[in-house]
């Protein structure tokens, strides 16, 4: 996803399009962009909480114990961390993934101060610290200039930290970035598997980003490896629904365990620089559509047939309840052949019960057919030339 035209405007409107909820924590200045995200339409799909603890007794009663300076980049990440928990705490649904923000600043003022003037700021995300630090010519600039700038440059750094674009290519060149940190836990997917964040999205550049704006559509799969029937399905997708269809990989499976961290990054790599992939820790389609609601399916016939299995579900009631949970959550199904013992299978071929009516449509054969597994790459991987 892309910030797009329309300055300032044109970006909070893409940070407002994600699904993925914040809130900020700002002392010492930069306190516009408060009003720039809750003016516009969307602010309070985005904005959890907002708190300005202005004086050294707000700020300390906010962290829990007063910093050792106030306007720092330890300080900037202590307070991102305090607003990802309140993140946390005031979600509507555990499905919606959460960011955290803080900033400090210390801008041009009518009393002598020590030091440059700057600002630190800081995201959080349960896994990613990015913290960014701007200094600014006192000589050159006043403080509604410092002011206008620090707004900017927070409204960025948020915009970054929920997957519209990296903040570099945001802030502007009102401000000089002399300083940038990002700290990774071990295992950043972690938050994942354990339901701190539900899904995230890995970006054609390289990011990943919690949550983000929900796809029209998904080709979900393993992956292992991606090949030309899943580009397929994604270009048959996009056809039919618009920008952006992404890829979605679950790291947890039914009947295995957990995929490792370092596999899940290996099997994400095949799509650096070609779409974006969601990463969940949901392997059926109800769950994945809770996470996403109405975001469609572009899928194989194999695996429409397991959608409506009842095996699959425990037995046929089970089945029809989840088949009207997938229609209540806006879910469709557009559905490609699939070779299956030197038989083509296509959706027409399949029993669909009465439940299934309208969530299904069949891709043309003529439009889309390409004979090839992952099964058999692998396979033929292993046996060689």
């Not at 407002?16 to 200045?29: D, E, V």
């Not at 910093?67 to 499905?95: G, K």
């Not at 390409?370 to 396979?379: A, K, P, Y």
Request: hydrophobic content about 45%.
């Amino acid at each position: 996803m892309s910030a797009g035209g329309g300055g300032l405007d044109g970006l909070v409107h893409c940070i407002h399009a994600s699904r993925t909820a914040a809130a900020l924590a700002l002392t010492g200045g930069g306190t516009g962009a408060i009003p720039l995200l809750l003016r516009r339409p969307g602010g309070s799909r985005t904005v959890l909480d907002v708190a300005v603890p202005y004086g050294p007794k707000a700020v300390a009663g906010y962290l829990g114990e007063t910093p050792a300076r106030a306007c720092s980049a330890e300080t900037a990440q202590r307070l991102a961390r305090r607003a990802f928990q309140r993140a946390l705490e005031l979600r509507s649904e555990a499905s919606i993934p959460v960011v955290g923000l803080g900033a400090t600043a210390a801008l041009a003022t009518d009393r002598v101060r020590r030091g440059e003037n700057r600002l630190h700021a800081a995201t959080f995300d349960g896994a990613r610290t990015l913290a960014l630090e701007w200094r600014f010519e006192a000589t050159r600039t006043n403080r509604q200039v410092q002011e206008t700038a620090a707004e900017r440059a927070i409204v960025s750094l948020l915009a970054d930290a929920v997957g519209v674009a990296p903040w570099r290519v945001l802030a502007g060149s009102d401000l000089a970035c002399v300083g940038r940190t990002i700290e990774v836990e071990d295992d950043e997917l972690a938050c994942v598997r354990d339901g701190l964040q539900n899904w995230v999205t890995a970006y054609p550049d390289g990011r990943r980003r919690p949550g983000g704006q929900i796809p029209t559509a998904l080709v979900p799969g393993s992956f292992n490896p991606g090949h030309e029937a899943h580009q397929a399905l994604w270009e048959a997708a996009r056809r039919r629904f618009g920008d952006p269809v992404a890829y979605e990989l679950s790291i947890t499976n039914v009947d295995k365990p957990p995929l490792p961290t370092g596999e899940v990054l290996r099997r994400a790599a095949q799509f650096r620089g070609r779409a974006g992939l969601v990463l969940t820790a949901a392997p059926t389609f109800v769950e994945k559509s809770r996470l996403l609601p109405g975001a469609a399916f572009a899928v194989g016939a194999d695996t429409a047939r397991r959608v409506v299995e009842p095996m699959y579900y425990g037995g046929v009631e089970a089945m029809r309840a989840a088949l009207q949970e997938l229609r209540c959550l806006g879910a469709r199904f557009v559905v490609a052949g699939r070779l299956e013992d030197g038989r083509f299978l296509q959706l027409r071929d399949l029993a669909l019960p009465p439940e299934a009516e309208g969530l299904f449509e069949a891709i043309p054969a003529d439009e889309l057919r390409v004979d090839v597994s992952s099964t058999e790459l692998r396979t033929k991987r292993a046996i060689g030339p």
